[in-house]
């Protein structure tokens, strides 16, 4: 903490201690014990008001290292306060600030006055009312809590799809992770309906799993105000439902223990509990006479707490909602050719939340791509339509993307023509050519956007193709023989000794243009608003040109159609 700073609390600790008893301490009192912090602490005694009462108590304030930048740490160790909205009921630390706020840090006096002033609104205000429509305004924060000693929530479990509207099995699977580089390892734990088996099955494919079978039950209703702690009687109380109770008995027989998850208040999150084996061959009975749901309700049932759950909620409708707000409309891709432009275009159209891809290259990804793929080292040997299909599934797994080892040629048109928008990332003039004869005999009929690079970025080129503009269409069509020049920047008489433009590898087909990854990312950017719009609102085929490395063309004596340009402009030429 900056000198000026210690200097500034010390000052204003001066003035408060005309106004209140504050002492200079190293430790606070809770839970029963001493806990001793790093940082600088004040012991408030504070005029309050507690339950329409008055009386002094005591406050502890703690400034961190990153104060004033931070707010200081409002602390109130006293038990009664300890279930009341918005503070933790472990480190009774008080949230008295939203998250981002934008306060003066130069005022240090002001600051440490406001904490004070809003400390002792609290306890009069959330001590004086009724706090039950704040558990249920966030039910996930004070569900998340651990009460009176009992085990952290876990935390690592996700349900796939929307929360079951009616109680039933679900799937479940379980598998280790590793937290970074630290070493640490939790488990992760996976639940999904049948319907949405699939990301399930996804999923195994990447890890060793186990799996496991949970109940959801609909009926159940947790406390209006905390603890939210259950014992095994306390969730059969939890239950309205009497066929739910003879449900959960039916799953707990069979499987000794076991996961129940429960709504709790919120579209995003359900809560649960996991019932470990249960212990039921006891002194004087013989083996089998105690089930286990008589040894979750009764015998040390009744009064061990359970540990409880959080489980988030993946599904389509959470993902709109913290993305665009809404579902987009559902779009299929067909994305042919995932080499650098192809695979970074699917990083821009991995943004729609409702898209569906189909990925078209029959080439593996090796290092000589990976300068300016989207996918790096740990990939190569991989076919490109698989590495990209992971990128995208580790997104969304519940994503429906389809891998085809194929040239787009050997495609059927009616699978082309399922799609909104077909986009030819290829660099193979042949593979460009067939599609537009394709749609010249009005066997596709869907847009088309053709990408590519001219040889060191020099510029970047998208065609975007309407099937239904048939004059454009004959032009472009004539054009592919010429290799599209007329929309190049390059001048054409220089492609007539292509040998300058480009470089070569070992072998027949060693030959590529050069050109950077950040080449890439400034074209696509270029352009992507573009393919949204045109996606949206059709219009006649047109080029789109963006201007690249212009400077690396003067420096090597490479002819343009016009030097009338600058860097990163974006032209637009008709077709």
């Avoid at 004040?42 to 002094?56: D, H, M, Q, T, Y």
């Avoid at 099995?169 to 379980?174: F, V």
């Avoid at 039921?280 to 040894?295: E, W």
Wanted: proline share 4%; hydrophobic share 35%.
């Amino acid at each position: 903490m900056p000198e000026e700073v210690k200097a500034a609390i010390d000052e204003s600790l001066a003035k408060l201690k005309k106004e209140y008893d504050i002492k200079e301490v190293d430790r606070i009192p809770i839970h029963g014990g001493q806990r001793q912090l790093p940082n600088k602490i004040w012991r408030i005694n504070l005029p309050v008001e507690v339950s329409g009462k008055a009386e002094f108590l005591d406050v502890y304030m703690v400034f961190t290292n990153s104060f004033p930048f931070d707010m200081p740490a409002i602390i109130l160790p006293d038990d009664r306060f300890k279930y009341l909205p918005h503070i933790s009921s472990d480190t009774r630390k008080l949230c008295l600030y939203e998250d981002g706020i934008d306060y003066d840090a130069d005022n240090i006096y002001g600051l440490i006055r406001d904490n004070l002033d809003k400390t002792k609104h609290w306890i009069k205000h959330y001590t004086s009312r009724d706090n039950t429509d704040e558990y249920a305004r966030e039910p996930v924060s004070y569900w998340a809590e651990e009460y009176d000693g009992e085990d952290d929530v876990d935390n690592f479990w996700t349900l796939i799809g929307n929360i079951p509207e009616h109680t039933c099995e679900l799937k479940g699977i379980a598998y280790v992770m590793k937290d970074g580089k630290n070493g640490k390892q939790h488990i992760e734990f996976i639940v999904a309906s049948t319907e949405e088996s699939g990301v399930l099955d996804y999923i195994s494919d990447l890890h060793k799993t186990k799996e496991f079978d949970a109940l959801f039950l609909s009926s159940f209703e947790k406390s209006v105000e905390p603890p939210f702690t259950l014992t095994g009687r306390s969730l059969v109380q939890s239950l309205k439902d009497e066929e739910d109770k003879n449900k959960l008995k039916k799953y707990v027989n069979k499987h000794g223990g076991g996961y129940v998850l429960f709504p709790i208040g919120t579209d995003n999150f359900t809560g649960g509990v996991h019932i470990v084996q249960l212990k039921c061959n006891r002194s004087g009975f013989r083996n089998g006479v105690i089930m286990p749901y008589v040894a979750l309700t009764e015998y040390e049932g009744r009064i061990k707490k359970l540990s409880r759950l959080l489980v988030s909620v993946f599904s389509d409708s959470r993902i709109a909602e913290r993305t665009a707000g809404v579902m987009m409309e559902h779009r299929k891709f067909i994305i042919a050719g995932l080499g650098s432009v192809g695979s970074n275009l699917c990083y821009y159209l991995n943004g729609y939340n409702n898209a569906q891809f189909t990925l078209v290259d029959k080439d593996k990804l090796n290092l000589d791509n990976i300068g300016r793929h989207l996918l790096g080292f740990e990939h190569q040997h991989q076919y490109k339509v698989s590495a990209v299909s992971g990128y995208l599934k580790e997104y969304r797994p519940d994503r429906e993307v389809l891998e085809v080892k194929k040239m787009l040629q050997e495609l059927d048109t009616e699978e082309i023509n399922n799609a909104d928008a077909i986009f030819i990332c290829t660099g193979d003039i042949m593979s460009e050519r067939w599609l537009l004869q394709k749609m010249m005999k009005g066997e596709v009929n869907r847009p088309a956007f053709i990408l590519w690079f001219e040889p060191y970025g020099i510029s970047g080129i998208m065609l975007y193709v309407n099937p239904e503009d048939k004059e454009s269409l004959e032009r472009l069509t004539k054009s592919s023989f010429n290799g599209f020049e007329n929309y190049c920047l390059i001048s054409p008489e220089e492609y007539k000794d292509a040998e300058k433009l480009i470089k070569r590898d070992a072998g027949c087909n060693g030959k590529y243009a050069i050109y950077s990854g950040n080449d890439v990312t400034f074209f696509l950017s270029s352009v992507f608003p573009i393919i949204d719009q045109l996606m949206d609102s059709p219009t006649k085929s047109k080029c789109y040109r963006w201007v690249g490395n212009i400077d690396i063309a003067a420096e090597k004596g490479i002819g343009l159609v016009s030097t009338n340009y600058s860097k990163h402009m974006r032209q637009e030429i008709d077709v």
